[in-house]
């Protein structure tokens, strides 16, 4: 889809806005929104809202209650009013901003704006949050800490905003809401994709380590009810049956600068890819496998999973020697086939390992659980069948998973290019709206 340019186009003065349509006009900030000084007193007005850098001021989600402030706590929050922009000036690098549809309130660490009737909500909440505006943010965030840079109040204060004729401006945005729409539908039919690819692996890979491949196979109950059935000449060992090395590691402390830096590979969970790991973002010292005792290198092929915290039941294995934080329990088996195998049991048997865990939201498995986490166990041949089958079928899904990801990257390259067009005025979109 191609659209014309304006008939008449002038200098912004704003170099990385360039040239503008004629009738166009960039205005500062100050003139435009006028802060908000409304703050939560004695009555807590609606949920707690938070931004996202795709859809802009959202309800904020919690995945545990114990999360949620109390009213005492909310004291002070700033309060949104529907049609307002909320700004996090410490996050504008990440796009975080945008006009709010809910009331509700957010921490004082945003600011919520009046925006002025010469301004359409929807133009301003596409132009605010347009790519070409972040990439201008971002040239102004001020700090020493790349995660906490922020724009300071007075250049914000002096940021230019580009204010098109109301008529264009509902234009661009009515042409901008029906475009991303369409974007957005298609975006959510590749991530719906995603999630059943994701099923179908699952189911996959838990199909072949519990029932073999052979649908003839005399079957018996295993008496544990993740496996149920199983063929009747494969045996359930415990993990730690069958492994010649299980552990794990340590974290050395972040004041000893004797520990980091060295070229021991130090494997944590956010490492942990479903994957080989050849090498580690962070690495120990000689000097420190020596002072922390808990610290050990493992050896390749040692396969890893992730304890507790947001990756529980990630796995891993190494394709180097490494040492181990102790979120990370290693297991090695001196048959490389065992390990391969074991790799996708505890693919498909990770539900049922995270339910043995303790904790609240973000249970813990302990080492011990790992231990005695029983498996359904074939011969070595079968083995080695079930692990080439399952290579197999799970890369042609992880092919098809690739395919719907680099088509989500380009709906969404294409969806912020659509955006910093239109609201800039580089493309002329009011003959493509609809009267």
């Known amino acids: 889809m191609s659209f014309p340019a304006y008939p008449e186009y002038k200098d912004s003065g704003v170099g990385w806005l360039g040239e503008i349509p004629a009738g166009w006009e960039p205005r500062k900030f100050r003139f435009l929104f006028a802060e908000s000084a409304e703050k939560i007193d004695d009555t807590v007005v609606g949920p707690m809202l938070a931004v996202s850098g795709y859809r802009g001021i959202e309800v904020k989600e919690y995945e545990d209650d114990n999360q949620r402030r109390s009213d005492d706590d909310l004291v002070g929050y700033r309060i949104v009013r529907p049609g307002q922009l909320v700004v996090n000036t410490m996050w504008l690098n990440y796009t975080g901003l945008g006009v709010s549809e809910h009331e509700g309130h957010v921490s004082p660490a945003y600011r919520s704006y009046d925006i002025s009737e010469s301004l359409d909500r929807r133009f301003v909440h596409y132009i605010m949050r347009s790519s070409i505006h972040v990439d201008a943010y971002t040239r102004l965030l001020q700090g020493i800490r790349p995660n906490s840079l922020q724009m300071s109040r007075a250049d914000l204060m002096d940021f230019p905003v580009l204010v098109p004729p109301a008529d264009d401006q509902r234009a661009i945005a009515a042409f901008l809401d029906r475009e991303t729409a369409k974007i957005d539908a298609a975006v959510a039919a590749q991530e719906r994709l995603i999630a059943l690819l994701a099923e179908k692996r699952a189911a996959t890979i838990s199909h072949a380590v519990t029932k073999g491949l052979d649908p003839d196979a005399p079957m018996k109950d295993s008496g544990i009810e993740w496996l149920g059935q199983i063929p009747a000449h494969w045996s359930t060992p415990a993990i730690s049956h069958v492994c010649d090395e299980i552990g794990s590691g340590t974290t050395p402390s972040t004041n000893d600068e004797q520990a980091y830096g060295g070229e021991v590979c130090w494997v944590t969970t956010g490492e942990l890819r479903e994957t080989g790991i050849y090498s580690t973002r962070k690495r120990l010292t000689e000097a420190a496998l020596a002072n922390y005792s ?98 197999n079928a799970c890369s042609r899904i992880d092919a098809l998973k690739a395919k719907a990801l680099s088509s989500i990257r380009l709906l969404k390259e294409r969806r912020a290019a659509l955006i910093s067009a239109a609201v800039t005025g580089k493309i002329d979109v009011r003959g493509d709206v609809d009267e």
């Open 294 to 391: 808990a610290l050990k290198k493992f050896s390749p092929g040692t396969l890893l999973i992730a304890m507790y915290g947001a990756t529980i039941g990630r796995l891993g294995w190494l394709e180097c020697e490494a040492a181990t934080n102790q979120a990370c329990c290693a297991m090695r088996t001196s048959e490389p086939d065992l390990g391969r195998f074991l790799f996708y049991v505890l693919q498909g048997g990770k539900p049922a390992l995270i339910l043995l865990g303790s904790g609240g939201g973000q249970p813990n498995i302990s080492q011990e659980k790992v231990r005695q986490f029983r498996f359904a166990l074939p011969s070595h041949e079968e083995q080695k069948t079930i692990i080439a089958y399952l290579d």
